[in-house]
């Protein structure tokens, strides 16, 4: 799952580093930042999993 994550994390720098040059077309730099959204609530998604597994873990101890 880390090695998903870092993929996920690689991704949304590479599209951060695309838009921030500014050299790319808008129809491109539009499909960039909706993929970048969609890779934020998949982080956000396995982030709020996460704190769950974590709380029962706790609340079990």
Do not use: N
């Not at 993929?7 to 930042?33: F, N, P």
């Not at 969609?38 to 873990?57: M, R, W």
């Amino acid at each position: 799952m880390t090695d998903d994550i870092d993929a996920k994390i690689d991704r949304l720098e590479t599209i951060i580093e695309q838009l921030e040059q500014g050299e790319v077309s808008l129809d491109r730099a539009t499909a960039l930042h909706t993929e970048g959204r969609e890779i934020l609530a998949e982080l956000d998604a396995e982030v709020a999993l996460d704190e769950d597994t974590v709380d029962e873990v706790t609340e079990q101890s």
